[in-house]
């Protein structure tokens, strides 16, 4: 039986020229208002935006009244990635009511650009939150243990985005921070401890005071607490907590996506979902051995083009660990850093 074709069935062949707008007349968006992008879902965009243009880039004070708005990307926008953390500009229906679609239609140069790969050999790079002042670097006493090694990608990932690092340890209730502290005395970088108390709330408030104020973002493994710091920190969030399996040690996912909230009395956090691993891909070898700064100076004395691995000859970094020029946490520090850097130069 011949097929009958109806006018549905007609698809054009695409131009060899390709696409092309159909006018050079762009629209111009002066009319466009800003906001800050806070949660990203399924291709809708939840943004804020506020009476106090300073407040979506949080720096302002608790008063500056805010809004809700659900956005899309436009369409040159489409191979843009669009993260937490975005001051975006808008145009469209801005009201907020609901059932109501903006669209974003600018993204603003971002200031600092927090990136990870799924491993260090994947060109891949994947953006994680924008316009960051502060990298809460979350990690358990116990239950479960200490991940040295993906804290130390983690400053790393800091150093070369140029975010300030914190160092976040939580359940300090169940064991001494001790160990945590003493690996990273020589590092320059800033610890700060807390336990949990039965209500919910932290045991030391230096958490909210350092964090306050400015862009902060946390990350860590799954079953570190991340979920339970910002439900005490942001009383509001009720983000999903959960608990470390007795056999793996490792945490659930209780958080399935990134989400910025609103500090009180000014600033933001962003919440991200638990990593299993840290990729590097993107840091060349110059930034890896900079974020490691109580074992740059040694490296001064090494032959050129020192791989700094056990191995190369002539390589200082042993001898300056054991001189004791490295601290306490000296030895696992390197083994950490020859993890990272390259085999060969």
């Given at each position: 039986?011949?097929?009958?074709y109806r006018?549905?069935?007609?698809?054009?062949r695409?131009?060899?020229?390709?696409?092309?707008?159909?006018?050079?007349n762009?629209?111009?968006h002066?009319?466009?208002?800003?906001?800050?992008?806070?949660a990203?879902?399924?291709?809708?965009?939840?943004?804020?935006?506020?009476?106090?243009?300073?407040?979506v880039r949080?720096r302002?004070?608790?008063g500056?009244?805010?809004?809700?708005?659900?956005?899309?990307?436009?369409?040159?926008?489409?191979?843009?990635?669009?993260?937490?953390?975005d001051?975006?500009k808008?145009?469209?229906?801005?009201?907020?009511?609901?059932?109501?679609?903006?669209?974003l239609?600018?993204?603003?140069?971002?200031?600092t650009?927090?990136?990870?790969?799924?491993?260090?050999?994947?060109?891949?790079?994947?953006?994680i939150?924008?316009?960051?002042?502060?990298?809460?670097?979350?990690?358990?006493t116990e239950?479960?243990?200490?991940?040295y090694?993906l804290?130390?990608?983690?400053?790393?990932?800091?150093?070369?985005?140029?975010?300030t690092?914190l160092?976040i340890?939580?359940?300090?209730?169940?064991?001494?921070?001790?160990?945590?502290?003493?690996r990273?005395?020589?590092?320059?970088?800033?610890i700060?401890?807390?336990?949990?108390?039965?209500?919910g709330s932290l045991?030391?408030?230096?958490?909210?005071d350092?964090?306050?104020?400015?862009?902060?973002v946390?990350?860590?493994?799954?079953?570190v607490?991340?979920s339970?710091?910002m439900?005490?920190?942001?009383?509001?969030?009720e983000?999903?907590?959960?608990?470390v399996?007795?056999?793996?040690?490792?945490?659930r996912?209780?958080?399935?996506?990134?989400?910025?909230l609103?500090?009180?009395?000014?600033?933001?956090l962003?919440?991200t979902p638990?990593?299993?691993?840290?990729?590097?891909?993107?840091?060349?070898h110059?930034?890896?051995?900079?974020?490691?700064?109580?074992?740059?100076?040694?490296?001064?004395?090494?032959?050129?083009g020192?791989?700094?691995?056990?191995?190369?000859?002539?390589c200082?970094?042993?001898?300056?660990v054991a001189?004791?020029?490295?601290?306490?946490?000296?030895?696992?520090?390197?083994?950490?850093?020859?993890?990272?850097?390259?085999?060969?130069?």
């Open positions: 039986m011949a097929r009958i006018d549905e069935d007609y698809r054009p695409p131009s060899k020229r390709g696409s092309r707008p159909r006018t050079k762009r629209p111009n002066d009319s466009a208002i800003d906001g800050l992008v806070t990203v879902d399924r291709g809708r965009y939840r943004v804020v935006v506020a009476d106090d243009s300073s407040s949080g302002a004070g608790s500056a009244a805010t809004s809700d708005i659900t956005a899309v990307r436009a369409s040159h926008l489409r191979k843009d990635a669009v993260v937490p953390g001051i975006v808008l145009v469209g229906d801005t009201s907020g009511r609901k059932g109501s679609l903006a669209r239609v600018e993204i603003s140069k971002r200031r650009v927090l990136r990870r790969s799924a491993d260090d050999t994947d060109p891949t790079e994947r953006v939150v924008a316009n960051v002042d502060i990298m809460g670097i979350v990690t358990a239950d479960p243990e200490p991940s090694g804290i130390d990608r983690a400053l790393t990932a800091a150093f070369d985005a140029g975010i690092p160092l340890v939580t359940k300090t209730d169940l064991k001494s921070s001790d160990e945590i502290t003493q990273f005395s020589e590092t320059g970088v800033e700060v401890c807390s336990g949990l108390r039965p209500d045991t030391d408030a230096s958490v909210f350092r964090l306050h104020g400015k862009v902060s946390l990350v860590g493994h799954s079953g607490g991340k339970t710091l439900n005490a920190l942001v009383p509001r969030a983000r999903a907590t959960g608990h399996n007795d056999v793996t040690g490792r945490g996912h209780t958080s399935s996506s990134a989400i910025c609103r500090l009180d009395g000014g600033g933001w962003v919440d638990g990593v299993r691993s840290f990729g590097l891909a993107h840091v060349d110059i930034t890896l051995i900079s974020a490691f700064p109580e074992l740059v100076d040694a490296t001064a004395d090494c032959p050129r020192c791989t700094h691995q056990a191995d190369a000859p002539g200082r970094l042993d001898a300056w001189a004791g020029n490295a601290g306490p946490g000296g030895v696992s520090r390197l083994e950490s850093l020859r993890r990272l850097l390259p085999t060969t130069g």
